[in-house]
């Protein structure tokens, strides 16, 4: 219903619902319970509600309107939601049982599983290519479709699992990179650093011909690719989700406990080789936040709730803590990304930037995005409200709405959805800037 609300001016190819007369989301919420068969207390009172019914207010008062202001649209491409117990004479064919509140939930539960099998087809659309690193290594990344072109950079040791929603949109209208950086997986002696994943970035876009992107990086990706701007100003807007900027100047008290931990068994693991099956099950643990690996979860706050990584993104991310070598080899690059710090290069990334940070992130502070946007010539910062690190999946229909309008008109875009716990102001040109230390 949020995602139909937000896009009210696509009455010809997108049905609409309407309200036949005022009702209250109280009264929304019974119909929500009978269709879903989910337990529901409805709480009124802000002080007593818990980050999930934050999270329901918010996503909910977009559609609140369509609620208490009756609205008449064209019908024709339309399916009719009774909310209320009284109707019109001449809306008794509503009680058809194709526009019953269940029917309209089961469409909704249908069409997102079309959506999940139309992933398959569009990913796999994607053309593996390779290209030889200076060392003679190969380089593989992923390319297809036509149009402007996005270069997507994935976090250290991760697949494409987070980015699935994300690319398989993205293909419909642009010319799409897809690159991870490699050395996670196969031998230690392979483990390039950040300077020379930035080089091989710079190798893949000579190979592509590619004069002007658009840039979407994910988690540690964006570190890379404010190096990469540094080296090479090629892009014309650049977003970042989730972004892992440590160590940075100033920003050292931002460092969350998963950040501190993960760079001490790094370290461990780097002094001694054999250590690595020891962190392993710790290591997955943490990145997971599996309670089934911690005792002590304190169950059923909501909050923690929300912070837990997707049932389906568990696997893929665990991956570079599945054998004894990728964890070495992970622990390696994350020594080396530890060693870098940017923000002498941030005031030289002039390109348009859109950072965002998500309210529950337990593995990179929200904060930190926020201050690295502040330090940036011509950035805004949005922040998701009750989303974990891995909204780049999770969220991916706001995070495609904002990554969209922001690349129509980068130089006036400003971040809003009732989806957004917080925002910064537009971004300022360069000369109107607080100066940096």
């Known amino acids: 219903m949020f995602q139909v609300s937000r896009t009210s001016a696509r009455r010809n190819d997108y049905f609409h619902i309407a309200n036949l007369a005022s009702s209250s989301l109280k009264t929304l919420s019974q119909h929500i319970r009978d269709a879903t068969g989910l337990q529901l207390e409805w709480i009124e009172e802000l002080s007593k509600q818990d980050p999930i019914d934050t999270l329901l207010q918010a996503r909910i008062a977009a559609f609140s309107c369509y609620l208490t202001q009756p609205r008449c649209f064209d019908n024709s491409h339309s399916h009719s939601i009774v909310v209320g117990n009284d109707l019109s004479p001449h809306d008794e064919d509503t009680r058809n049982e194709g526009n019953s509140f269940e029917s309209f939930h089961q469409q909704w539960m249908d069409s997102r599983q079309r959506a999940r099998r139309a992933l398959t087809p569009a990913l796999e659309s994607l053309s593996r290519r390779m290209i030889s690193a200076e060392d003679g290594s190969p380089i593989e990344y992923q390319a297809a479709g036509s149009g402007p072109v996005l270069l997507c950079i994935n976090a250290t040791g991760q697949d494409a699992s987070v980015w699935r929603w994300f690319v398989a949109h993205f293909l419909n209208n642009h010319r799409l990179i897809y690159w991870s950086p490699r050395g996670t997986y196969g031998p230690p002696s392979r483990c390039p650093s950040l300077t020379s994943q930035c080089a091989e970035l710079e190798l893949i876009l000579s190979q592509e011909e590619v004069q002007q992107c658009r840039i979407v990086a994910w988690c540690s990706g964006a570190k890379i690719a404010i190096e990469l701007l540094n080296r090479r100003p090629i892009a014309s807007a650049m977003v970042l989700v989730t972004g892992a900027f440590t160590p940075m100047k100033g920003l050292e008290h931002l460092e969350t406990t998963f950040q501190r931990t993960l760079q001490q068994m790094c370290r461990m693991v780097n002094q001694r080789g054999e250590t690595a099956a020891l962190v392993k099950t710790a290591m997955v643990s943490m990145v997971t936040n599996n309670p089934a690996f911690t005792p002590d979860f304190p169950q059923g706050k909501p909050e923690d709730v929300l912070a837990l990584a997707s049932q389906e993104l568990r696997t893929s991310i ?60 011509a950035a805004c910062f949005a922040e998701l409200r009750g989303a974990s690190h891995y909204c780049l999946y999770e969220n991916a229909e706001l995070i495609i709405e904002l990554a969209e309008r922001f690349f129509d008109s980068p130089r006036t875009f400003r971040p809003a959805s009732p989806e957004l716990a917080r925002t910064s102001p537009a971004f300022a040109p360069a000369d109107a800037r607080p100066p940096q230390e």
Do not use: W
């Not at 803590?321 to 020594?335: D, G, L």
């Not at 941030?346 to 390109?351: A, G, I, S, Y």
């Open 318 to 377: 665990a991956k570079p803590f599945a054998h004894e070598e990728s964890i070495r080899n992970y622990s390696s690059q994350v020594a080396d990304y530890a060693s870098h710090d940017i923000s002498g290069m941030l005031k030289k990334v002039t390109v348009p930037t859109l950072l965002l940070g998500a309210e529950l992130d337990q593995i990179v502070s929200p904060e930190a995005s926020k201050m690295v946007s502040e330090r940036l010539p």
